[in-house]
């Protein structure tokens, strides 16, 4: 399978320094960035080609695994899905747009392709998409980041949103996409509290949820990503498990 990668940055450098070959023949050939720099830097690195055309890319790709941001999404998603190419999409964000939710829907289903939105930086996604349709009555999101990872500057705890999910996504695009990962897991606009929280060096997420199937709650305690503090390690690292796993013969959990 032939792969291209649109962002450069955290996520695509862990991506690419961890696929290799002879992951059920993953080949990451293409590197594409605004920053063109980026994407040469992580093209030498990895033995792929860094190009400044996306259509090059898109001439000989059977996947896009977009790491870039939600608006990248929206400008390039159209034209990659109309050519029949599967995504794996990080900047999940984007997709809390109904009108472009319904838009991309549309053309990947006409252009018979795939869009994998990977469960990214939380657990329990199995257990939310289990029960989505069985009277789920409640879900929540609580999450606690550093004031680096949030680019604030407090010695005080403080609750910085509030909020449904969409907005959350609105107001932190590049900070919630987990928000996004869980309303779309249970097509539900979900509850939301984003806290600074100086005692902390982790960005972790607290769910639950409540329903006829009885509930749960999910912590997850995420080590930051050294190039940028805003994103998790296990981000990238479900990436990975989503790509070695599309040929799998026996499949485990959902
Ligand atoms: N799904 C999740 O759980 C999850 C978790 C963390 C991060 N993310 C998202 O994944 C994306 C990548 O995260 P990261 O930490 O690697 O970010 P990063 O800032 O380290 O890297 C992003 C790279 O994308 C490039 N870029 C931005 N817009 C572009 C565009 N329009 N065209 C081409 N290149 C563009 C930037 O120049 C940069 O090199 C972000 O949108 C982030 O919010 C998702």
Do not use: W
Not at 34 to 58: C, H, P, Q, T
Request: proline share 4%.
């Amino acid at each position: 399978m032939k792969v291209g990668i649109i962002g450069c940055g955290a996520i695509a450098n862990i991506i690419a320094s961890r696929i290799v070959p002879e992951d059920n023949g993953i080949d990451i050939k293409y590197f594409f960035d605004k920053d063109i720099e980026r994407a040469e830097n992580l093209a030498s690195f990895a033995g792929g080609v860094a190009v400044l055309d996306l259509d090059k890319m898109l001439n000989d790709v059977d996947l896009v695994l977009e790491c870039a941001s939600p608006s990248s999404v929206k400008l390039l998603a159209p034209k990659i899905l109309e050519k029949g190419i599967d995504m794996i999409v990080m900047s999940i964000g984007a997709f809390m747009d109904k009108e472009f939710y319904t838009k991309i829907h549309d053309i990947a289903k006409e252009n018979n392709a795939h869009i994998h939105l990977p469960s990214g930086a939380v657990v329990g996604l199995d257990g939310i998409k289990a029960v989505a349709d069985f009277n789920l009555e409640e879900v929540s999101l609580t999450t606690r980041k550093s004031p680096k990872s949030l680019g604030r500057d407090m010695d005080v705890e403080e609750v910085l949103f509030e909020g449904k999910a969409s907005e959350a996504v609105k107001e932190f695009p590049l900070n919630i996409n987990v928000a996004a990962t869980i309303s779309l897991a249970c097509n539900q606009d979900i509850n939301v509290k984003i806290i600074v929280d100086p005692k902390v060096d982790r960005n972790v997420h607290e769910i639950t949820a409540k329903g006829d199937f009885g509930e749960f709650k999910t912590i997850t305690m995420n080590y930051p990503c050294s190039a940028n503090p805003k994103t998790s390690m296990l981000a990238a690292i479900s990436a990975i498990k989503l790509l070695k796993s599309f040929n799998e013969t026996i499949s485990v959990g959902l």
